[in-house]
C-alpha cells in the first residue's frame, strides 16, 4: 500500500516543502529509506520502529520503502520522523488514507513516543502558507513560533500517541491562537545617555545608525569604546514586517528561541571574539552552517579588538559585506545566507594602547604598523566611518554633566527620521518598495541620490587632490555625507556635511599609515 506525507526541510536558513512516500509491498522483511539522506535522517528508521513498537502497533513482516522527494534535495536532521512514521502507518491501514491532506508534519520521536522540538519550523511553515497548507502538527514547544502563522491551524502535541488518537478521531485538541503586544518599556541595558562625555562618539554613532553604515573606533584602553559600541541597538530603528520575517527564520533555523513576541523582535547584536574562526564568522562546513553575519542580519556584528582577529579571518568578511549575502556550493547544491550587517568595531591604536600619546606610548614603529597591519586595506576600505575616543584626562571637564540632548530616545528620533526619507527618496527615484539606507546604495544610485551643491563640488575636488581615494572610498564618502545631510533634513549635500564626512572617512591616517 501506498501512502504521502508532507514534510519540510531547511537549504540554507530557508524552507523547502518535501513529499515523504511509503510504500509497504511484499517481499524481504525490511525498512529501507532513499532520497539523498544525511546521518541523522538514516538513523530514523530505528527511532521510527521504536515508537510504533511502543505504541503496540505490530509492523508487517513486509518491505516497506520510505522516498523522501524531491531525491536531489539533501535532508539532514531530525524533523522527518513524525512524517514518515504517520507514512507507515497509513499505508498499514492503521490510519486513514486522507487523514494528512495538506498537512505539514514536523517532529523528532524519542523511543518512547514523545514527540521533540525541532529546528527551522519558522522558515519552513513560511514556505508551506506560500503553497496553501492549511494545517500542521508540531511538538508543543514549537507551537510559539508556529502559531503566528495565522492562515495555518497548529496542533502541537506531546506523544506519538496523541497523534494516532487525533487521527483517529478520538481527540480533538483545542485550537490556540496567540495574541501578540506590543512593549512599551525601554528594553535596552545601554543606552547613550548614561555614558557620560565622548560627545564625538555619539555623534558618530548617530550617523552610522541613520545610514547603516559600518562604523571604526579607535582609542585608548578605557575610554568607552565598547560601552558605546553596545549603547547602539537603542538607536536603530525597529524592524519592518519584512525584516522580521528575515530575522525570525534565521533564529528558528539556527535553533534558537525567540525571546520575545514576534512583533517585539529586536534587530540582533552578536558579538565575535578574536579567536573565531573565519567558518565561525562566515559560516560554511560540508553541510553550510549560518556564521555569526548570518545571526547578525539586519542588525550589529560587532568585532572587538579588531587587529586581534587573524588577517585572512577578516579578508573573508569581504564579499559579505559588499554583496549582502554569501553562497556556498556543495554538489550541485546552492546554499544562500544573507549578511546584510552593520559592522562595528574597536581597536587600540597599538599593542599598548596608547599612540600617538609619546609620553605613554611604549611601542616602536614598525610593532605599531605590524599591529594595525592585521586589518588589510580592502576591509578598512569598507568602513565608512572611523571615529577617535578621547581618554579621560581630556573629558574631566564633562564628568557630572549630561547633555540632555544625547539621549537614546531623542537621537533613536533622528535615525528614524532620517531613514524615513531615505525611503521615501528610493521609492521615488527607483521604484523600490525594499527598506533602503544609505549605506547599502550601488554606485550607480550615488550619482542620482548624492548631489553635491557648488561649495561642496569645490571641496570635494580639493579632497581628490589632496587624498589618494580608491573608487570605494570616494562612495563611501559621498554616502556619508549624504547621511548627515539627511540628520539636517537637507536635501542636497552642503560643504559642512562634505566636511564632517571627510573628518571621519580620512582623519585617521595617523593611526594606520604613520
Partial sequence: MFST??????????????????????GMPSLEMVGLLGSEVKEAKERVRATIKNLGITMPPKRIVVNLSPANVRKAGTAYDLPIAIGILKSMGVLPGDCTKNMLLLGE???????????????????????????????????????????????????????????????KPTMVKREYKELTENIYNSCFETIVGQESGKRAALIGAAGGHNLLFVGPPG?????????????????TDREKMEVASIKSATGRVLETDFLNLQRPFVEVHHSATANALIGGGMIPKAGAMTLAHKGVLFLDELPEFRRTVLDAMRQPLEEKQIVFLRSGMVYKFPTDVMLVAAMNPCPCGYYPD?????????????????????????????????????????????????TS???????????????????????????????????????????????????????????????????????????????EGSEKIRENHLAEAAGYRLGYERYFYG
Fill in 5 to 26: 506525507t508532507i514534510s519540510g526541510a531547511l537549504q540554507g536558513v530557508e524552507g523547502t516543502l518535501l513529499q515523504v512516500e511509503v510504500d509497504v509491498s511484499n
Fill in 223 to 239: 575610554t568607552g569604546k565598547t560601552m558605546l559600541i553596545k549603547a547602539l541597538p537603542s538607536i536603530l530603528p525597529p524592524l
Fill in 409 to 487: 530616545a531623542r537621537m533613536r528620533e533622528q535615525v528614524i527620521l532620517a531613514r524615513e526619507m531615505q525611503k521615501i527618496r528610493y521609492e521615488e527615484l527607483f521604484g523600490t518598495t525594499e527598506y533602503r539606507q544609505n549605506g547599502s546604495l550601488s554606485d550607480k544610485e550615488i550619482g542620482k541620490v548624492c548631489i553635491p551643491d557648488k561649495e561642496a563640488e569645490i571641496l570635494f575636488d580639493r579632497l581628490l587632490q589632496k587624498f589618494s581615494l580608491s573608487g570605494r572610498a570616494y562612495c563611501s564618502l559621498l554616502k556619508v555625507a549624504r547621511t548627515i545631510a539627511d540628520l
Fill in 358 to 406: 609619546k609620553n605613554r606610548c611604549v611601542c616602536l614603529p614598525h610593532q605599531v604598523q605590524k599591529y594595525v597591519g592585521h586589518i588589510s586595506g580592502p576591509i578598512l576600505d569598507r568602513i565608512d566611518v572611523v571615529a577617535e575616543t578621547i581618554s579621560m584626562k581630556n573629558m574631566r571637564s564633562d564628568f557630572g554633566e549630561i547633555n540632555q540632548n544625547v
Fill in 109 to 171: 520521536l524519542g523511543l518512547d513516543g514523545a514527540i521533540k522540538p525541532v529546528s527551522g519550523v519558522f522558515p519552513i511553515l513560511a514556505k508551506a502558507c506560500e503553497k496553501n497548507i492549511k494545517a500542521c502538527i508540531v511538538s508543543k514547544e514549537n507551537m510559539e513560533e508556529a502559531l503566528f502563522f495565522k492562515e495555518i491551524e497548529v496542533y502541537g502535541f506531546e506523544t506519538m500517541e496523541q497523534v494516532v488518537a487525533f487521527f483517529q478521531h478520538q481527540v
